[in-house]
Protein backbone atom coordinates (compact mmCIF):
# COMPACT_ATOMS: atom_id res chain seq x y z
CA UNK A 1 0.00 0.00 0.00
CA UNK A 2 1.12 3.28 -0.86
CA UNK A 3 -0.17 6.43 1.16
CA UNK A 4 0.27 10.27 0.55
CA UNK A 5 -0.49 12.53 3.36
CA UNK A 6 -0.86 15.88 2.84
CA UNK A 7 1.95 15.80 0.11
CA UNK A 8 2.99 18.56 -1.95
CA UNK A 9 5.63 18.85 -4.69
CA UNK A 10 6.93 21.73 -6.42
CA UNK A 11 9.77 22.36 -9.71
CA UNK A 12 11.62 26.00 -9.54
CA UNK A 13 8.95 28.58 -8.17
CA UNK A 14 5.97 26.41 -9.24
CA UNK A 15 3.77 24.27 -7.43
CA UNK A 16 2.60 21.04 -9.27
CA UNK A 17 1.08 19.22 -6.88
CA UNK A 18 -0.55 20.42 -3.26
CA UNK A 19 -2.13 18.78 -0.15
CA UNK A 20 -2.54 15.71 -2.05
CA UNK A 21 -4.16 12.89 -0.12
CA UNK A 22 -4.47 9.64 -1.38
CA UNK A 23 -4.18 5.59 -0.61
CA UNK A 24 -3.12 3.25 -3.79
CA UNK A 25 -3.82 -0.02 -2.49
CA UNK A 26 -1.61 -3.22 -3.02
CA UNK A 27 -2.16 -4.78 -6.36
CA UNK A 28 -3.45 -1.85 -8.20
CA UNK A 29 -2.06 -1.04 -11.69
CA UNK A 30 -2.63 2.76 -11.90
CA UNK A 31 -2.14 5.10 -15.18
CA UNK A 32 -0.69 8.35 -14.35
CA UNK A 33 -2.03 11.01 -16.70
CA UNK A 34 -2.05 14.49 -17.50
CA UNK A 35 -0.67 17.16 -19.68
CA UNK A 36 3.40 17.36 -20.11
CA UNK A 37 4.27 19.60 -17.01
CA UNK A 38 1.52 18.36 -14.89
CA UNK A 39 4.02 17.08 -12.19
CA UNK A 40 4.06 12.87 -13.35
CA UNK A 41 7.71 12.83 -13.43
CA UNK A 42 7.78 14.76 -10.26
CA UNK A 43 5.57 12.30 -8.72
CA UNK A 44 7.47 9.36 -9.47
CA UNK A 45 10.60 10.74 -8.28
CA UNK A 46 9.31 11.78 -5.23
CA UNK A 47 8.11 7.48 -4.91
CA UNK A 48 11.67 6.64 -5.29
CA UNK A 49 13.65 9.11 -3.45
CA UNK A 50 15.18 11.45 -5.50
CA UNK A 51 13.19 14.65 -4.30
CA UNK A 52 12.37 15.74 -1.15
CA UNK A 53 8.64 17.04 -0.71
CA UNK A 54 7.77 20.32 0.18
CA UNK A 55 5.08 19.19 2.39
CA UNK A 56 3.38 16.22 3.68
CA UNK A 57 4.81 12.41 3.80
CA UNK A 58 5.11 9.31 1.16
CA UNK A 59 4.29 6.27 3.21
CA UNK A 60 5.31 2.72 2.07
CA UNK A 61 5.96 -0.58 3.49
CA UNK A 62 9.50 -0.29 5.04
CA UNK A 63 10.48 -3.67 3.35
CA UNK A 64 8.88 -3.01 0.27
CA UNK A 65 10.89 -3.28 -3.03
CA UNK A 66 10.59 -1.12 -5.50
CA UNK A 67 11.81 -1.18 -9.32
CA UNK A 68 11.63 1.67 -12.06
CA UNK A 69 13.57 1.84 -15.15
CA UNK A 70 16.51 3.97 -15.33
CA UNK A 71 16.80 6.69 -17.81
CA UNK A 72 20.23 6.36 -18.90
CA UNK A 73 22.47 3.27 -19.81
CA UNK A 74 26.42 3.71 -20.47
CA UNK A 75 28.81 2.08 -23.04
CA UNK A 76 29.20 -0.91 -21.01
CA UNK A 77 31.15 -3.79 -22.28
CA UNK A 78 28.81 -6.15 -20.14
CA UNK A 79 26.13 -8.43 -22.55
CA UNK A 80 22.44 -7.75 -22.88
CA UNK A 81 22.22 -10.67 -21.04
CA UNK A 82 24.53 -9.87 -18.16
CA UNK A 83 22.94 -6.23 -17.75
CA UNK A 84 19.27 -7.61 -17.64
CA UNK A 85 20.53 -10.35 -15.09
CA UNK A 86 22.24 -8.15 -12.78
CA UNK A 87 18.34 -6.22 -11.99
CA UNK A 88 18.08 -9.08 -9.96
CA UNK A 89 20.38 -7.77 -7.28
CA UNK A 90 20.11 -9.91 -4.72
CA UNK A 91 20.52 -13.04 -6.87
CA UNK A 92 23.62 -10.87 -8.30
CA UNK A 93 25.25 -10.63 -5.19
CA UNK A 94 24.36 -14.81 -5.14
CA UNK A 95 26.13 -15.51 -7.51
CA UNK A 96 28.74 -13.00 -6.42
CA UNK A 97 29.27 -14.42 -2.89
CA UNK A 98 28.90 -18.01 -4.90
CA UNK A 99 32.16 -17.32 -7.10
CA UNK A 100 34.09 -15.51 -3.93
CA UNK A 101 33.82 -18.60 -2.10
CA UNK A 102 34.45 -21.12 -4.45
CA UNK A 103 38.16 -18.75 -5.42
CA UNK A 104 38.84 -18.78 -1.43
CA UNK A 105 37.69 -22.67 -1.02
CA UNK A 106 34.92 -22.34 1.53
CA UNK A 107 32.99 -25.25 0.88
CA UNK A 108 30.43 -24.49 3.07
CA UNK A 109 29.70 -20.45 2.44
CA UNK A 110 29.46 -22.29 -1.60
CA UNK A 111 26.74 -24.68 -0.61
CA UNK A 112 25.42 -21.62 1.43
CA UNK A 113 25.28 -19.13 -1.51
CA UNK A 114 23.71 -22.26 -3.97
CA UNK A 115 21.15 -22.42 -1.31
CA UNK A 116 20.10 -19.06 -1.34
CA UNK A 117 20.45 -19.16 -5.83
CA UNK A 118 17.99 -21.71 -5.13
CA UNK A 119 15.94 -19.87 -2.73
CA UNK A 120 15.79 -17.01 -5.28
CA UNK A 121 14.56 -19.20 -8.33
CA UNK A 122 18.42 -18.27 -9.25
CA UNK A 123 18.99 -21.49 -11.99
CA UNK A 124 16.12 -19.91 -14.35
CA UNK A 125 16.90 -16.44 -14.14
CA UNK A 126 18.84 -16.01 -17.12
CA UNK A 127 16.08 -18.44 -19.33
CA UNK A 128 13.97 -15.90 -17.84
CA UNK A 129 16.12 -12.88 -18.89
CA UNK A 130 15.98 -14.51 -22.21
CA UNK A 131 12.54 -14.03 -22.51
CA UNK A 132 12.37 -10.99 -21.41
CA UNK A 133 15.07 -9.82 -24.29
CA UNK A 134 12.97 -11.86 -26.92
CA UNK A 135 9.55 -10.43 -25.49
CA UNK A 136 11.01 -6.76 -26.30
CA UNK A 137 12.49 -7.38 -29.78
CA UNK A 138 16.09 -8.61 -29.14
CA UNK A 139 16.97 -11.27 -31.23
CA UNK A 140 18.49 -14.23 -29.65
CA UNK A 141 22.02 -13.69 -31.71
CA UNK A 142 22.09 -10.48 -29.99
CA UNK A 143 21.72 -11.50 -26.49
CA UNK A 144 25.64 -11.84 -25.79
CA UNK A 145 26.18 -8.26 -27.97
CA UNK A 146 27.57 -5.68 -25.27
CA UNK A 147 25.37 -3.27 -24.31
CA UNK A 148 27.67 -0.66 -25.70
CA UNK A 149 27.00 -1.74 -29.07
CA UNK A 150 23.31 -1.00 -28.97
CA UNK A 151 21.85 2.28 -30.36
CA UNK A 152 19.92 4.55 -27.74
CA UNK A 153 16.35 3.28 -28.72
CA UNK A 154 17.48 -0.28 -27.96
CA UNK A 155 19.45 0.52 -24.25
CA UNK A 156 16.04 1.64 -23.49
CA UNK A 157 14.95 -1.19 -23.66
CA UNK A 158 17.41 -3.00 -21.93
CA UNK A 159 16.69 -0.75 -19.05
CA UNK A 160 13.02 -1.82 -19.22
CA UNK A 161 13.89 -5.17 -19.02
CA UNK A 162 16.26 -5.24 -16.36
CA UNK A 163 13.65 -3.12 -14.11
CA UNK A 164 10.98 -5.91 -15.27
CA UNK A 165 13.46 -8.65 -13.97
CA UNK A 166 13.95 -7.07 -10.23
CA UNK A 167 11.87 -8.66 -8.19
CA UNK A 168 9.46 -5.73 -7.13
CA UNK A 169 6.41 -5.07 -5.09
CA UNK A 170 6.37 -1.61 -6.73
CA UNK A 171 6.87 -1.08 -10.09
CA UNK A 172 7.53 2.46 -11.67
CA UNK A 173 7.35 2.84 -15.31
CA UNK A 174 7.13 6.50 -16.94
CA UNK A 175 6.78 6.35 -20.99
CA UNK A 176 7.59 2.50 -21.25
CA UNK A 177 5.98 2.34 -25.05
CA UNK A 178 7.95 5.06 -26.13
CA UNK A 179 10.91 3.49 -28.03
CA UNK A 180 8.72 -0.20 -28.44
CA UNK A 181 6.62 -1.43 -31.70
CA UNK A 182 3.43 -2.68 -31.64
CA UNK A 183 4.58 -6.15 -31.42
CA UNK A 184 6.85 -5.22 -28.11
CA UNK A 185 3.92 -3.19 -26.71
CA UNK A 186 1.28 -6.54 -27.04
CA UNK A 187 3.77 -8.30 -25.28
CA UNK A 188 4.45 -6.10 -22.47
CA UNK A 189 0.65 -5.54 -22.17
CA UNK A 190 0.62 -8.93 -21.22
CA UNK A 191 3.03 -9.40 -18.70
CA UNK A 192 2.30 -6.32 -16.83
CA UNK A 193 -1.53 -7.84 -16.68
CA UNK A 194 0.36 -10.86 -14.90
CA UNK A 195 2.15 -8.71 -12.44
CA UNK A 196 1.15 -8.93 -8.90
CA UNK A 197 2.70 -6.21 -7.57
CA UNK A 198 1.37 -2.32 -7.32
CA UNK A 199 2.10 -0.43 -10.27
CA UNK A 200 2.34 3.15 -11.51
CA UNK A 201 2.75 4.14 -15.32
CA UNK A 202 2.87 6.96 -16.77
CA UNK A 203 1.59 6.94 -20.74
CA UNK A 204 0.11 8.65 -23.36
CA UNK A 205 -1.19 5.62 -25.39
CA UNK A 206 -4.29 5.27 -23.84
CA UNK A 207 -5.06 1.79 -25.69
CA UNK A 208 -1.75 0.45 -23.55
CA UNK A 209 -3.77 1.80 -20.34
CA UNK A 210 -7.27 0.68 -21.26
CA UNK A 211 -5.22 -2.89 -21.48
CA UNK A 212 -3.54 -2.54 -18.39
CA UNK A 213 -4.69 -0.12 -15.68
CA UNK A 214 -7.28 -0.74 -13.52
CA UNK A 215 -7.41 2.88 -11.61
CA UNK A 216 -6.13 6.51 -13.38
CA UNK A 217 -4.69 8.92 -11.71
CA UNK A 218 -4.92 12.43 -13.08
CA UNK A 219 -3.13 15.21 -12.47
CA UNK A 220 -4.27 18.98 -13.80
CA UNK A 221 -3.96 22.60 -11.87
CA UNK A 222 -2.27 21.07 -9.16
CA UNK A 223 -4.54 18.71 -7.89
CA UNK A 224 -4.74 14.49 -7.88
CA UNK A 225 -7.77 12.41 -8.11
CA UNK A 226 -8.36 8.71 -8.90
CA UNK A 227 -10.42 7.64 -10.59
CA UNK A 228 -11.58 3.87 -10.84
CA UNK A 229 -11.47 1.24 -14.20
CA UNK A 230 -9.28 2.03 -17.19
CA UNK A 231 -8.53 4.78 -19.52
CA UNK A 232 -12.13 4.86 -20.87
CA UNK A 233 -13.92 4.65 -18.04
CA UNK A 234 -11.54 8.00 -16.45
CA UNK A 235 -12.87 9.57 -20.02
CA UNK A 236 -16.29 9.10 -19.78
CA UNK A 237 -16.43 9.94 -15.10
CA UNK A 238 -14.17 12.86 -16.37
CA UNK A 239 -16.42 13.74 -19.28
CA UNK A 240 -19.50 13.83 -17.08
CA UNK A 241 -17.12 15.73 -14.08
CA UNK A 242 -17.03 18.69 -16.60
CA UNK A 243 -20.92 18.29 -17.75
CA UNK A 244 -22.20 18.49 -14.08
CA UNK A 245 -19.22 21.66 -13.39
CA UNK A 246 -20.43 23.45 -16.54
CA UNK A 247 -24.46 22.87 -15.19
CA UNK A 248 -23.40 24.32 -11.80
CA UNK A 249 -21.51 26.94 -13.98
CA UNK A 250 -24.46 28.29 -15.76
CA UNK A 251 -26.52 27.91 -12.61
CA UNK A 252 -23.97 29.96 -10.75
CA UNK A 253 -23.89 32.87 -13.61
CA UNK A 254 -27.64 32.93 -13.13
CA UNK A 255 -27.89 33.22 -9.66
CA UNK A 256 -25.06 35.87 -9.95
CA UNK A 257 -26.82 37.76 -12.64
CA UNK A 258 -29.55 37.82 -10.25
CA UNK A 259 -27.83 39.31 -7.45
CA UNK A 260 -26.19 41.72 -9.54
CA UNK A 261 -30.02 43.54 -10.55
CA UNK A 262 -30.83 43.28 -7.25
CA UNK A 263 -27.70 44.70 -6.08
CA UNK A 264 -27.77 47.78 -8.46
CA UNK A 265 -31.66 48.27 -8.24
CA UNK A 266 -31.85 48.40 -4.41
CA UNK A 267 -28.74 49.59 -2.94
CA UNK A 268 -29.51 53.22 -3.27
CA UNK A 269 -32.62 52.52 -1.37
CA UNK A 270 -32.20 52.85 2.81
CA UNK A 271 -35.12 50.48 3.71
CA UNK A 272 -33.35 47.65 1.46
CA UNK A 273 -29.83 48.63 1.89
CA UNK A 274 -29.15 45.95 4.37
CA UNK A 275 -30.41 43.03 2.00
CA UNK A 276 -28.48 44.68 -0.68
CA UNK A 277 -25.42 44.30 1.63
CA UNK A 278 -26.12 40.71 2.49
CA UNK A 279 -26.04 39.97 -1.42
CA UNK A 280 -22.69 41.72 -2.30
CA UNK A 281 -21.13 39.24 0.53
CA UNK A 282 -23.02 36.51 -0.96
CA UNK A 283 -21.69 37.34 -4.18
CA UNK A 284 -18.16 37.73 -3.71
CA UNK A 285 -18.42 34.53 -1.88
CA UNK A 286 -19.76 32.24 -5.01
CA UNK A 287 -16.60 32.89 -6.84
CA UNK A 288 -15.22 30.13 -4.34
CA UNK A 289 -17.82 27.23 -6.29
CA UNK A 290 -17.55 25.05 -9.15
CA UNK A 291 -15.13 27.18 -10.93
CA UNK A 292 -14.32 25.63 -14.30
CA UNK A 293 -11.01 25.93 -15.59
CA UNK A 294 -11.23 25.18 -19.25
CA UNK A 295 -8.28 24.88 -21.17
CA UNK A 296 -8.33 25.01 -25.36
CA UNK A 297 -7.85 21.97 -27.02
CA UNK A 298 -5.04 22.25 -28.75
CA UNK A 299 -5.25 21.93 -32.87
CA UNK A 300 -3.37 22.15 -36.34
CA UNK A 301 -3.71 20.80 -39.55
CA UNK A 302 -1.76 19.60 -42.83
CA UNK A 303 -2.23 22.32 -45.84
CA UNK A 304 -4.07 21.05 -48.71
CA UNK A 305 -1.68 19.98 -50.98
CA UNK A 306 -0.55 21.90 -54.50
CA UNK A 307 -1.13 19.15 -56.86
CA UNK A 308 -2.51 15.68 -55.98
CA UNK A 309 -1.86 13.10 -58.96
CA UNK A 310 -3.29 10.04 -58.53
CA UNK A 311 -0.51 7.10 -58.90
CA UNK A 312 2.29 8.56 -56.38
CA UNK A 313 4.82 6.30 -56.11
CA UNK A 314 5.22 2.43 -57.33
CA UNK A 315 7.51 -0.37 -56.05
CA UNK A 316 8.08 -2.94 -58.41
CA UNK A 317 9.73 -6.42 -57.71
CA UNK A 318 12.32 -4.20 -55.65
CA UNK A 319 14.56 -5.36 -53.03
CA UNK A 320 16.11 -3.51 -50.55
CA UNK A 321 18.30 -3.54 -47.06
CA UNK A 322 22.11 -3.25 -46.25
CA UNK A 323 25.59 -4.30 -46.83
CA UNK A 324 24.54 -6.10 -50.00
CA UNK A 325 21.90 -8.34 -48.18
CA UNK A 326 18.33 -7.70 -48.69
CA UNK A 327 15.85 -7.43 -45.54
CA UNK A 328 12.78 -7.25 -47.93
CA UNK A 329 12.35 -8.55 -51.70
CA UNK A 330 9.63 -9.07 -54.51
CA UNK A 331 8.40 -6.00 -53.18
CA UNK A 332 5.07 -5.12 -55.34
CA UNK A 333 3.41 -1.75 -53.57
CA UNK A 334 1.68 1.23 -54.81
CA UNK A 335 0.64 4.60 -53.12
CA UNK A 336 -2.50 6.25 -55.22
CA UNK A 337 -3.79 9.51 -53.74
CA UNK A 338 -5.43 10.29 -50.93
CA UNK A 339 -4.45 6.25 -49.78
CA UNK A 340 -4.52 5.78 -45.44
CA UNK A 341 -2.33 2.68 -44.92
CA UNK A 342 -0.48 1.65 -41.65
CA UNK A 343 2.43 -0.45 -41.66
CA UNK A 344 2.62 -3.69 -39.34
CA UNK A 345 5.33 -6.14 -38.81
CA UNK A 346 7.33 -7.69 -35.85
CA UNK A 347 10.62 -5.36 -34.60
CA UNK A 348 13.33 -5.99 -36.73
CA UNK A 349 10.75 -7.40 -39.55
CA UNK A 350 12.34 -4.62 -41.95
CA UNK A 351 8.94 -1.94 -41.43
CA UNK A 352 11.54 1.69 -41.42
CA UNK A 353 13.19 -0.34 -44.39
CA UNK A 354 10.70 0.02 -46.16
CA UNK A 355 9.74 3.43 -45.32
CA UNK A 356 13.29 4.35 -46.13
CA UNK A 357 13.25 2.87 -49.39
CA UNK A 358 9.67 4.09 -50.26
CA UNK A 359 11.00 7.79 -49.66
CA UNK A 360 13.68 6.93 -51.68
CA UNK A 361 16.50 7.46 -48.83
CA UNK A 362 17.69 3.83 -48.50
CA UNK A 363 18.95 2.75 -52.61
CA UNK A 364 17.25 -0.63 -54.19
CA UNK A 365 19.23 -3.28 -54.69
CA UNK A 366 16.63 -4.49 -57.06
CA UNK A 367 13.78 -3.60 -58.97
CA UNK A 368 12.68 -0.24 -59.95
CA UNK A 369 10.73 2.72 -57.99
CA UNK A 370 8.61 5.26 -59.83
CA UNK A 371 7.57 8.13 -58.68
CA UNK A 372 5.69 11.21 -60.28
CA UNK A 373 7.28 14.04 -60.94
CA UNK A 374 4.74 16.20 -58.43
CA UNK A 375 5.31 13.77 -55.61
CA UNK A 376 6.27 15.50 -52.53
CA UNK A 377 7.19 13.96 -49.23
CA UNK A 378 6.56 14.73 -46.16
CA UNK A 379 8.57 12.23 -44.11
CA UNK A 380 8.88 11.90 -40.22
CA UNK A 381 11.35 9.42 -39.36
CA UNK A 382 12.14 8.47 -35.95
CA UNK A 383 15.74 10.01 -35.50
CA UNK A 384 13.83 13.41 -37.50
CA UNK A 385 13.57 15.61 -33.62
CA UNK A 386 17.32 14.39 -32.96
CA UNK A 387 18.62 16.02 -36.28
CA UNK A 388 17.05 20.20 -35.28
CA UNK A 389 19.91 21.85 -35.09
CA UNK A 390 21.20 22.91 -31.73
CA UNK A 391 20.94 26.63 -30.80
CA UNK A 392 18.80 27.31 -33.70
CA UNK A 393 15.46 28.59 -32.96
CA UNK A 394 11.85 27.07 -34.35
CA UNK A 395 11.93 30.39 -36.46
CA UNK A 396 15.52 30.08 -38.01
CA UNK A 397 14.75 26.27 -38.85
CA UNK A 398 11.36 27.36 -40.67
CA UNK A 399 13.65 30.01 -42.57
CA UNK A 400 15.78 27.76 -43.81
CA UNK A 401 13.23 25.99 -45.35
CA UNK A 402 11.27 29.12 -46.20
CA UNK A 403 12.94 30.87 -49.49
CA UNK A 404 11.72 34.50 -49.80
CA UNK A 405 8.81 34.07 -47.28
CA UNK A 406 7.85 37.22 -45.06
CA UNK A 407 8.92 37.39 -41.70
CA UNK A 408 5.65 37.59 -40.71
CA UNK A 409 4.56 34.61 -42.62
CA UNK A 410 6.50 32.68 -40.62
CA UNK A 411 5.80 33.96 -37.56
CA UNK A 412 2.14 33.41 -38.14
CA UNK A 413 2.87 29.91 -39.28
CA UNK A 414 4.59 29.30 -36.15
CA UNK A 415 2.32 30.59 -33.76
CA UNK A 416 -0.68 28.33 -35.29
CA UNK A 417 1.64 25.05 -34.17
CA UNK A 418 1.77 27.27 -31.04
CA UNK A 419 5.11 28.50 -31.06
CA UNK A 420 3.94 32.36 -30.25
CA UNK A 421 5.80 35.45 -29.70
CA UNK A 422 9.33 34.83 -27.98
CA UNK A 423 8.56 31.14 -28.07
CA UNK A 424 9.50 31.01 -31.79
CA UNK A 425 13.40 32.41 -31.05
CA UNK A 426 14.13 29.77 -28.46
CA UNK A 427 16.71 27.74 -28.94
CA UNK A 428 15.31 23.78 -29.73
CA UNK A 429 17.28 22.49 -27.07
CA UNK A 430 15.34 24.40 -24.37
CA UNK A 431 11.79 22.85 -25.63
CA UNK A 432 10.47 19.64 -24.25
CA UNK A 433 10.58 16.32 -26.50
CA UNK A 434 7.11 16.72 -27.28
CA UNK A 435 7.76 20.55 -28.30
CA UNK A 436 10.69 19.53 -30.53
CA UNK A 437 8.38 17.13 -32.35
CA UNK A 438 5.92 19.33 -33.07
CA UNK A 439 8.14 21.51 -34.56
CA UNK A 440 9.16 18.69 -36.62
CA UNK A 441 5.89 18.14 -38.31
CA UNK A 442 5.26 22.04 -38.15
CA UNK A 443 8.22 21.75 -40.84
CA UNK A 444 6.88 19.03 -42.49
CA UNK A 445 3.49 20.68 -43.12
CA UNK A 446 4.91 23.45 -44.72
CA UNK A 447 6.24 21.89 -47.86
CA UNK A 448 2.75 21.41 -48.11
CA UNK A 449 2.85 17.13 -49.22
CA UNK A 450 1.12 15.30 -50.77
CA UNK A 451 2.03 12.12 -49.11
CA UNK A 452 2.86 11.71 -45.51
CA UNK A 453 5.86 8.99 -44.16
CA UNK A 454 5.30 9.00 -40.64
CA UNK A 455 7.27 6.37 -38.87
CA UNK A 456 6.78 6.14 -35.30
CA UNK A 457 5.38 10.51 -34.89
CA UNK A 458 3.57 9.82 -31.25
CA UNK A 459 7.23 9.37 -28.75
CA UNK A 460 7.07 12.14 -26.91
CA UNK A 461 3.58 13.43 -27.57
CA UNK A 462 1.30 13.94 -24.99
CA UNK A 463 -3.14 12.89 -25.10
CA UNK A 464 -3.73 16.02 -26.15
CA UNK A 465 -1.18 16.10 -28.96
CA UNK A 466 -2.07 13.03 -29.81
CA UNK A 467 -5.40 13.76 -30.45
CA UNK A 468 -4.50 16.58 -32.02
CA UNK A 469 -2.34 14.62 -34.83
CA UNK A 470 -5.11 12.05 -35.21
CA UNK A 471 -7.71 15.14 -36.49
CA UNK A 472 -5.23 16.78 -38.40
CA UNK A 473 -4.31 13.65 -40.05
CA UNK A 474 -8.19 12.89 -40.59
CA UNK A 475 -8.80 16.35 -42.31
CA UNK A 476 -5.59 15.78 -44.36
CA UNK A 477 -6.57 15.12 -47.86
CA UNK A 478 -3.33 13.83 -48.77
CA UNK A 479 -1.46 9.78 -49.09
CA UNK A 480 -0.41 8.18 -46.01
CA UNK A 481 1.77 5.80 -45.11
CA UNK A 482 1.93 5.20 -41.01
CA UNK A 483 4.43 3.41 -38.65
CA UNK A 484 3.02 3.25 -34.95
CA UNK A 485 3.04 1.54 -32.26
CA UNK A 486 -0.27 3.36 -30.88
CA UNK A 487 -3.06 1.38 -31.85
CA UNK A 488 -5.66 4.48 -31.34
CA UNK A 489 -3.93 6.58 -33.67
CA UNK A 490 -3.45 3.98 -36.22
CA UNK A 491 -6.89 2.48 -35.32
CA UNK A 492 -8.63 6.17 -36.41
CA UNK A 493 -6.51 7.23 -39.29
CA UNK A 494 -5.47 3.99 -41.36
CA UNK A 495 -8.12 2.63 -43.77
CA UNK A 496 -6.06 -0.46 -44.69
CA UNK A 497 -2.68 -2.30 -43.32
CA UNK A 498 0.08 -3.71 -44.81
CA UNK A 499 2.04 -6.41 -42.76
CA UNK A 500 6.02 -6.99 -43.16
CA UNK A 501 6.83 -10.22 -42.21
CA UNK A 502 9.56 -13.22 -43.57
CA UNK A 503 11.31 -10.72 -45.88
CA UNK A 504 7.96 -9.69 -47.70
CA UNK A 505 5.08 -7.15 -48.17
CA UNK A 506 1.26 -8.16 -48.29
CA UNK A 507 -1.80 -6.37 -47.60
CA UNK A 508 -3.35 -7.56 -44.15
CA UNK A 509 -7.08 -8.45 -44.04
CA UNK A 510 -7.73 -7.31 -40.72
CA UNK A 511 -7.83 -4.67 -38.36
CA UNK A 512 -5.80 -4.40 -35.20
CA UNK A 513 -7.55 -6.38 -33.23
CA UNK A 514 -7.15 -8.75 -35.79
CA UNK A 515 -3.20 -8.33 -35.75
CA UNK A 516 -3.06 -8.50 -31.98
CA UNK A 517 -5.14 -11.85 -32.04
CA UNK A 518 -2.39 -13.34 -34.65
CA UNK A 519 0.65 -11.95 -32.72
CA UNK A 520 -0.86 -14.17 -29.61
CA UNK A 521 -1.07 -17.27 -31.46
CA UNK A 522 2.74 -17.03 -32.80
CA UNK A 523 3.49 -16.19 -29.25
CA UNK A 524 1.57 -19.65 -28.39
CA UNK A 525 3.37 -21.41 -31.07
CA UNK A 526 -0.28 -21.88 -33.54
CA UNK A 527 0.09 -19.79 -35.99
CA UNK A 528 2.61 -19.29 -38.46
CA UNK A 529 3.62 -15.45 -39.28
CA UNK A 530 1.43 -14.51 -42.22
CA UNK A 531 -1.08 -12.15 -43.02
CA UNK A 532 -4.82 -13.01 -42.28
CA UNK A 533 -5.64 -13.28 -45.60
CA UNK A 534 -2.89 -15.14 -46.85
CA UNK A 535 -5.42 -18.28 -47.68
CA UNK A 536 -7.87 -16.81 -48.87
CA UNK A 537 -9.62 -17.76 -51.95
CA UNK A 538 -8.16 -21.12 -51.35
CA UNK A 539 -10.08 -24.21 -52.10
CA UNK A 540 -10.09 -26.97 -49.33
CA UNK A 541 -7.87 -29.06 -51.02
CA UNK A 542 -4.88 -26.46 -51.35
CA UNK A 543 -5.61 -25.31 -47.91
CA UNK A 544 -5.26 -28.58 -46.60
CA UNK A 545 -1.99 -29.33 -48.79
CA UNK A 546 -0.48 -25.62 -47.46
CA UNK A 547 -1.22 -27.04 -43.73
CA UNK A 548 0.21 -29.99 -43.99
CA UNK A 549 3.19 -28.71 -45.87
CA UNK A 550 3.56 -26.07 -42.86
CA UNK A 551 3.07 -28.69 -40.09
CA UNK A 552 5.76 -31.03 -41.81
CA UNK A 553 8.15 -28.18 -41.72
CA UNK A 554 7.57 -27.43 -38.07
CA UNK A 555 7.99 -30.64 -37.25
CA UNK A 556 11.41 -31.03 -36.20
CA UNK A 557 11.41 -27.26 -34.19
CA UNK A 558 8.29 -29.15 -31.90
CA UNK A 559 10.34 -32.11 -31.95
CA UNK A 560 13.42 -30.21 -30.74
CA UNK A 561 11.40 -28.02 -28.17
CA UNK A 562 9.79 -31.35 -26.57
CA UNK A 563 13.14 -32.91 -26.16
CA UNK A 564 14.37 -29.84 -24.38
CA UNK A 565 11.32 -29.28 -22.27
CA UNK A 566 11.96 -32.97 -21.01
CA UNK A 567 15.47 -32.32 -20.32
CA UNK A 568 14.56 -29.37 -17.98
CA UNK A 569 12.59 -31.76 -16.31
CA UNK A 570 14.68 -33.83 -15.72
CA UNK A 571 17.17 -31.37 -14.59
CA UNK A 572 14.46 -29.39 -12.61
CA UNK A 573 14.02 -33.04 -10.43
CA UNK A 574 17.64 -33.87 -9.89
CA UNK A 575 18.74 -30.01 -8.84
CA UNK A 576 15.91 -30.08 -6.37
CA UNK A 577 17.46 -33.54 -4.98
CA UNK A 578 20.62 -32.25 -4.61
CA UNK A 579 19.42 -29.04 -3.00
CA UNK A 580 17.29 -31.35 -0.72
CA UNK A 581 20.79 -32.96 0.62
CA UNK A 582 22.71 -29.27 0.80
CA UNK A 583 19.62 -28.41 3.08
CA UNK A 584 20.60 -31.14 5.60
CA UNK A 585 23.22 -30.03 8.47
CA UNK A 586 24.38 -33.68 8.76
CA UNK A 587 26.69 -33.25 5.37
CA UNK A 588 28.69 -30.65 6.63
CA UNK A 589 29.43 -32.65 9.92
CA UNK A 590 30.98 -35.81 8.68
CA UNK A 591 34.73 -36.62 7.12
CA UNK A 592 35.25 -35.95 3.72
CA UNK A 593 33.87 -33.40 0.80
CA UNK A 594 30.41 -34.59 0.59
CA UNK A 595 29.21 -31.07 0.89
CA UNK A 596 31.81 -29.57 -1.57
CA UNK A 597 30.64 -32.65 -4.48
CA UNK A 598 27.30 -31.65 -3.83
CA UNK A 599 27.52 -28.09 -4.53
CA UNK A 600 29.61 -28.84 -7.75
CA UNK A 601 27.32 -31.27 -9.09
CA UNK A 602 24.44 -28.71 -8.46
CA UNK A 603 26.72 -25.74 -10.03
CA UNK A 604 27.23 -28.40 -13.06
CA UNK A 605 23.41 -28.81 -13.25
CA UNK A 606 22.50 -25.37 -12.98
CA UNK A 607 24.36 -24.58 -16.09
CA UNK A 608 23.10 -27.39 -18.14
CA UNK A 609 19.46 -26.48 -16.93
CA UNK A 610 20.37 -22.48 -18.60
CA UNK A 611 21.66 -24.54 -22.01
CA UNK A 612 18.53 -26.69 -21.95
CA UNK A 613 16.43 -23.47 -21.65
CA UNK A 614 18.52 -21.47 -24.22
CA UNK A 615 18.14 -24.88 -26.39
CA UNK A 616 13.98 -24.41 -26.01
CA UNK A 617 14.28 -20.74 -26.78
CA UNK A 618 16.49 -21.47 -29.77
CA UNK A 619 13.40 -23.77 -31.03
CA UNK A 620 10.91 -21.73 -30.04
CA UNK A 621 12.41 -18.70 -32.36
CA UNK A 622 13.17 -20.98 -34.82
CA UNK A 623 9.52 -22.27 -34.96
CA UNK A 624 8.84 -18.56 -34.81
CA UNK A 625 10.28 -17.59 -37.86
CA UNK A 626 9.12 -21.48 -39.78
Same mark, same amino acid.
Given at each position: ????????????????????????????????????????????????????????????????????????????????????????????????????????????????????????????????????????????????????????????????????????????????? $????????????????????????????????????????????????????????????????????????????????? +???????????????????????????????????????????????????????????????????????????????????????? $????????????????????????????????????????????????????????????????????? $????????????????????????? +?????????? +????????????????????????????????????????????????????????????????????????????????????????????????????????????????????????????????????????????????????????????????????????????????
Amino acid at each position: MIAFRGLALRRGGRVLISNLDLTIHAGTRAGVVGRNGSGKSTLFAALLGDLEADAGVIERPAKGRLASVAQETPALPDSALSFVLAGDAELHAAHGAAAAAEQRGDHAAVAQAHQQIEALHGYDAEARAARLLHGLGFAPDTHRNAVASFSGGWRARLNLARALMAPSDLLLLDEPT $NHLDLDAVLWLEGWLQRYAGTLLIISHDREFLDAVCTQVLHIDSGTVRAYSGNYSAFERQRAEQVRQLQAARAREQAEREH +LQAFIDRFKAKATKARQAQSRVKRLQKLGDTAILRESSAFQFRFPEPARQPHALLALDDAATGYAGRPVIAGIRRSVQAGERIGVLGR $NGAGKSTLVRAIVGELPLQEGARTAHRDLVIGYFAQHTVESLCVGESPYAHLSAIAGDAAPQVLRDWLG $NWHFPGDRAMEPVETLSGGERARLA +LALIAWRRPN +LLVLDEPTNHLDLDMREALADALNEYPGAMLLVAHDRHLLGLVCDRFWLVHDGRVEDFDGDLDDYAALQAALARGTAPIASASEDDGLDPRERRRRSAVQREREKPLRDRMKRAEQRLSELDAALKAINAKLSDAAVYSGAGDAATELARQAATLARDHAAAEAEWLAAYEALDGA
